[in-house]
């Protein structure tokens, strides 16, 4: 049979034979993964397929496959080894959702065969690699990967190089301790910096590099990782854990012995008595995610109580008193197609990878950041690569590593630049993060003239034969320079007392410009003279502007989540400019615009639309509604933010509010049926 990639864009199975091709595939994407550490498609897809493969042998149970890759730890491919473990040690199954998680209550409940009573634990689904850790008489003697569940492999090799798992103990405890071994993203990062220095590929993501450095026996250098424990079992025969502890209690008692538990994460481990609360701690711990020094996937939410765990009992991949709730993918594949280089302020060469469009974690990721040339060897990119690449929240995406496997023919190494790209002057290779030779004269005089120019500073008369000659004299090295320039300094530079004079007046002018002009002159990628202006209309002052996160920064119509991170670290790096020019008195607020009083019952509301349309207004299209709105007086926005008016939404499919409605709910904008908005603009119809 011929097995197409294509298998992995199903999400539905529509028969037999989409079922053994989807298997075949599965099979073998997981023997890659787990043999070579490699896979041609990142883990979003994977878990895409392997779902499709699950429901349909749910559908079918007479017909699905034995020793089916879905119902074995491991998918059945990850190697067992010879060391026995002492229960078993299981996978996760896994919700995605609120009804997901309600879901698996409902499952626990019927196993129980009664309400559940004892609560639940609630902590991180940290992205490594699970290991068991032999303590004995408070000796670390042996580390064991999962494996198959039942027999792992012995990579005790790595003892003395894990964080959180020390060699001896303060007391000499006896227990088997279960955790997660995985690179946090500092050492992530010193890990691939170690492997480029011995010639060695980097990890394309943390766990993967987990999971090599655990099979490497013989490496030449060593690496160090970090465990945090989510479990304890007896050894020995050793009571460790006292008789009926919770599942707190028992990861207190590993804690108490000296090794790192869940509870030492920052995102904790919280015991709660609902599962409503279980989602909400769920929901904290992925709004802390970005944050966390370590991936996570998800997060993982158990029945707290020692008997309650026992009676539901486990399957063959999973216990039943503990589920993972699924954090969206913050690691995809994607192709890169090109590097672009800048250079910034300060003359440095700043490379950005150009990349086929990908979803990652909620939006469209098509650029992404290389930090240097240097790194950009270090991680050995090809044009044409097939990539990792990660983004998580408001982070800047970034290109982690190549899938060599998947490089094609011919591909070459990303050509690195050879002149300055920005005045073909020499380039200062000293550092990793290369430099145009001119420093900040490099994109100082293009800056100033632009910062001078009619739709920003409208400083007249400053062109760049002058602009040039302050540069050259010392006097002006950011914008914030011109505002301190004397009358001299500008008759030197110009060759005229006249026309210093006129400058200098100009220059004084110049200090009242309403801040969209202000903040646009300071050359802000991204904010060109429309996005400026509505950047200053939103915000009203450069104080708020500089408040502002990446969340409130894509408030702004216009600013999507790639956009956002990047102005705000920019305007962060502006600081000391912004600061130089509000000390010489330049202006750094809007002016609340008199706007001509409309007419009509939206009055200068901005209303948003989104969903279906009904009652009287079923037959309007978007843009016939932007037109309603305009004719009632109002104006159409196309983003719920905190000057919306009104939002015109259909009342949501049971339990799914539009992300829009909940945005207008949390921000406190009354939101209308389309019936009720139709009533507000009667006359104006049709
Ligand atoms: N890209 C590919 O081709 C490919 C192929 C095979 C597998 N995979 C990936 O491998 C993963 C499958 O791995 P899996 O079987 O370990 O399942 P899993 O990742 O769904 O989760 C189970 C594991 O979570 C870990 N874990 C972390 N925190 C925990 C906590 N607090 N309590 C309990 N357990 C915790 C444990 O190691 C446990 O074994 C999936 O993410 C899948 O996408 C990818
Ligand atoms: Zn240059």
Redesign the pocket.
């Known amino acids: 049979m011929k097995i197409t990639p294509a298998v992995e864009a199903l999400s539905v199975l529509s028969g037999r034979d989409d079922y053994e091709a989807a298997l075949a595939r599965l099979r073998e994407?997981?023997r890659?993964?787990?043999g070579e550490g490699d896979?041609p498609?990142?883990?979003a897809a994977?878990?895409r397929l392997r779902l499709a493969v699950l429901a349909w042998e749910q559908a079918h149970p007479d017909e699905a496959a034995p020793e089916s890759p879905t119902g074995l730890?491991?998918?059945g491919a990850a190697p067992a080894g010879d060391i026995a473990h002492t229960t078993r040690l299981l996978?996760?199954d896994?919700v995605f959702d609120p009804a997901g998680l309600l879901a698996w209550g409902a499952s626990l409940q019927r196993r129980l065969g009664r309400a559940p009573a004892g609560g639940f634990a609630v902590?991180?689904?940290?992205d490594g690699?699970?290991v068991a850790a032999r303590y004995r008489a408070g000796r670390l003697e042996q580390i064991i990967t999962?494996g198959d569940g039942a027999h792992g492999e012995d990579v005790s090799h790595v003892i003395g190089t894990v964080e959180g798992l020390p060699e001896r103990l303060p007391v000499p405890a006896t227990f088997e301790v279960r955790g997660?071994v995985l690179f946090t993203q500092a050492q992530f990062e010193t890990a691939n910096e170690v492997r480029a220095a011995h010639g060695a590929q980097v990890f394309a993501n943390p766990r993967n590099g987990t999971a090599g450095t655990l099979r490497a026996k013989d490496r030449p250098y060593r690496l160090a990782m970090t465990f945090w424990a989510?479990g304890a079992v007896e050894l020995d025969g050793v009571a460790f854990v006292p008789a009926g502890a919770t599942h707190a209690e028992a990861l207190a008692a590993v804690a108490e012995a000296g090794v790192r538990t869940?509870a030492d994460t920052p995102a904790g481990l919280h015991v709660v008595a609902t599962l409503a609360e279980a989602q909400q701690k769920v929901e904290e711990t992925a709004a802390m995610r970005a944050a966390l020094p370590f991936g996570i996937?998800g997060v993982?939410v158990k029945a707290n109580d020692a008997a309650e765990q026992a009676a539901a009992g486990s399957g063959s991949r999973f216990p039943y008193w503990?589920i993972?709730y699924k954090l969206p993918a913050v690691e995809r594949q994607t192709v890169l197609k090109d590097v672009v280089w800048d250079v910034g302020r300060t003359g440095v060469l700043a490379p950005t990878a150009i990349l086929e469009p990908v979803d990652i974690d909620g939006s469209t990721v098509t650029r992404a950041t290389l930090h240097n040339p240097a790194d950009i060897r270090r991680r050995d990119l090809h044009l044409g690569d097939t990539v990792t690449v990660y983004k998580a929240g408001d982070i800047i995406p970034r290109v982690q590593a190549p899938v060599t496997a998947l490089r094609p023919a011919g591909a070459r190494e990303v050509p690195l630049p050879t002149a300055c790209p920005h005045c073909a002057g020499e380039i200062n290779k000293d550092q990793e993060r290369w430099r145009c030779a001119k420093g900040t004269a490099c994109a100082l005089p293009a800056l100033i003239e632009y910062a001078a120019g009619r739709d920003m500073l409208d400083i007249d008369g400053l062109g760049r034969t002058y602009v040039n000659a302050l540069i050259e004299a010392g006097a002006v090295t950011d914008v914030a320079d011109l505002f301190t320039l004397t009358e001299d300094q500008l008759t030197a530079a110009s060759g005229s007392a006249k026309r210093g004079a006129k400058l200098a007046e100009q220059i004084g002018a110049a200090k009242s410009r309403p801040l969209s002009r202000v903040f646009c002159a300071l050359g802000v990628l991204g904010t060109g003279r429309s996005m400026s202006r509505r950047i200053a209309a939103h915000f009203g002052s450069m104080d708020a502007i500089r408040q502002a996160d990446a969340a409130l920064m894509q408030e702004v119509e216009g600013i999507g989540g790639e956009k956002a991170p990047v102005i705000v670290e920019q305007v962060a790096a502006l600081a000391p400019v912004i600061d130089k020019l509000a000390a010489a008195g330049v202006n750094m607020q809007e002016p609340q615009e008199a706007q001509p009083a409309g007419d009509g019952p939206l009055a200068n509301a901005t209303v948003v639309v989104t969903g279906r349309m009904s009652g009287p207004l079923a037959d309007l299209g978007r843009s016939e509604m932007n037109a309603l709105i305009e004719r009632a007086g109002g104006k159409a926005g196309s983003s719920v933010n905190s000057r919306t008016a009104y939002l015109v939404s259909a009342p949501s499919a049971a339990g799914k509010p539009s992300s829009k409605a909940l945005k207008a709910a949390e921000l406190g904008v009354t939101v209308l049926t389309p019936e009720a908005f139709a009533d507000l603009v009667a006359d104006y119809l049709g």
């Open positions: 994407l997981s890659a993964y787990y896979s498609v990142d883990d994977y878990d730890v491991g998918d996978s996760l896994n902590e991180p689904k940290m690699a699970a999962r997660e989510y869940t996937d993982v503990a993972a």
